[in-house]
Every structure is written in structure tokens, then in C-alpha cells.
């Protein structure tokens, strides 16, 4: 039995014996909201985040575009993300099609408190959003992986490899990137080029786009046009780049940026 065969077999499983479990539906779309909780995002920054997800959650527009589908409901999960070691569920699977169940899956993401933890592995949050997908119990034609972020890959396995599973499986990944030129808390710069990251080496698959976070004050903008566009199955017209080129040193296509980052961060130290 091959490794996604086993995960999705695995997660149908866990999905249909937790008790807890959503009633499965028919829906238009199953979302995974996958949110970057690494140490470069601090306690102020990863509140606007969460909030960002709320707001849009229950904007009258995203209800709207919900309702104008042909079944009128999405299925989402949220869950945050950092190293290869930390992914973790703050709310399950729920089925959003009015004023109140957008309201009470808001509740729930707000409910649980923040946790930020160490290195960026977006190679693994694609790898535990597929997992999600397998535990849901609901059905769709469109299955997206929608991750946020302000850095690239620098823990656990490549993103490459990662993306090429999640494509073949047949699922869309969108990006949300932040651009955001301040130091972590750690004294870390951001790489300068973070949206052609995101476009090169995480999204991907059937209308996959990115919509760019010019700050974390710009996040609750962004994700709410990102998720009106995801619902509706439309993906925005192009931009002009808003940051300057790669960084020094980068291997076109290798996809190491953060990789080779972090190696050059921990020698300076």
C-alpha cells in the first residue's frame, strides 16, 4: 500500500470514529485554512491573524459567495502550523452556509489560545492538510489547501516533494504570503521575495493563485479577498511583483530560499 493511500484510508478511519465528527455533506468546496504560527510571527501578529480568519469567516460577501454556489455551502478546517514538529487542529471540519455556522466555526478558532513555535515547514503543513482532507467527511469536487505565511521552507523535508504529493492527489494549493521587512523576534530578516516563492514553489494545481499580505496589518484584506475568490473558484488577475528580486546566492527552481537562509542566519550568529 503506498503512503497516501495508507494516510487517506487512515484519516477516512479517524474521521468516521471520533464521535465528534461532522455529519457528512455534500458540499462545493473542502478548504483547509493552514496558518503559519512559526517564532518569525509574534503574539501581536499571529492575534491579527487569527482575527484576519474570523472577519472574513463571517463578512456578509464571503456568506454571500458561499450561498451563490451551486449547493450554497463549503466544508473548512483551520488549523496552525510551524516546524515539522508542530501542526495542530483549533477547529474541525464544519460545514458553513449561514449567519450562524460561519459564527459559531469563528467562535471556535477564537476560543482556543495562541501557541507560536519554532521553524518554518510548510512541506509538513502540506502534508497534515492532506491528512485533514482524508478525515473529512464530507464530498466535493474541489479540495484546497490554502496556506499563509511570511517565510519560506527551512525544516523538515523540501517543499518540492511535498507539493508534487498534494498536486498528484488532486488538490489545489493557493498562497497567502506576507510581505513583512521587519526582524523576527529572534533578530531573523524575512527573505526579500516571499510572494515569488509562494508563486514558484507552493501553490499549484487546478486555478491555483496567491493573493500578497503587504504587512500583517493587510492580512484581514487579503484573506477575505482570498477567500471570496477561492469559494467562487475564480483566481484574481495578474500583479506586478511588489518586491525586488531573489535573493543572493539562489539556485533558480532549487526552492531552498529559506533553507539556504537559515544556514547563512546560524553562521552569523
Request: with cysteine; aromatic share 8%; net charge positive.
Amino acid at each position: 500500500m503506498g503512503r497516501w493511500a495508507g494516510i487517506f484510508i487512515l484519516g477516512w478511519a479517524l474521521g468516521w470514529a471520533n464521535p465528534g465528527s461532522a455529519r457528512a455533506e455534500a458540499v462545493d468546496l473542502e478548504l483547509v485554512l493552514a496558518v503559519d504560527i512559526s517564532g518569525s510571527i509574534d503574539d501581536e501578529e499571529a492575534a491579527l491573524q487569527r482575527q484576519g480568519y474570523i472577519n472574513a469567516i463571517t463578512d456578509p460577501k464571503v456568506l454571500a459567495t458561499i450561498r451563490a454556489g451551486r449547493r450554497g455551502r463549503v466544508a473548512m478546517t483551520y488549523v496552525e502550523w510551524a516546524g515539522d514538529h508542530h501542526q495542530q487542529v483549533i477547529a474541525d471540519w464544519a460545514v458553513i452556509h449561514d449567519q450562524a455556522s460561519a459564527a459559531a466555526f469563528a467562535a471556535e478558532i477564537g476560543r482556543r489560545p495562541l501557541k507560536v513555535a519554532f521553524w518554518t515547514s510548510i512541506s509538513a503543513a502540506m502534508d497534515f492538510a492532506m491528512s485533514r482532507l482524508a478525515a473529512s467527511p464530507h464530498q466535493s469536487r474541489r479540495r484546497v489547501i490554502d496556506i499563509s505565511g511570511d517565510g519560506a521552507n527551512n525544516n523538515g523535508e523540501t517543499v518540492l516533494p511535498a507539493r508534487r504529493r498534494v498536486l498528484k492527489a488532486g488538490v489545489t494549493i493557493n498562497g497567502l504570503p506576507i510581505i513583512n521587512g521587519r526582524p523576527s523576534r529572534y533578530g531573523m530578516m524575512p527573505i526579500p521575495d516571499l510572494d515569488r516563492y509562494y508563486r514558484e514553489c507552493v501553490i499549484g494545481g487546478q486555478g491555483a493563485f496567491l493573493v500578497v499580505a503587504n504587512g500583517f496589518a493587510d492580512f484581514a484584506r487579503a484573506i477575505r479577498r482570498k477567500m471570496i475568490l477561492e469559494i467562487a473558484g475564480r483566481a484574481p488577475a495578474p500583479v506586478a511583483r511588489l518586491v525586488p528580486a531573489s535573493i543572493s546566492g539562489r539556485k533558480p527552481g532549487d526552492c531552498l530560499d529559506g533553507e539556504w537562509k537559515l544556514q547563512w542566519d546560524l553562521e552569523d550568529m
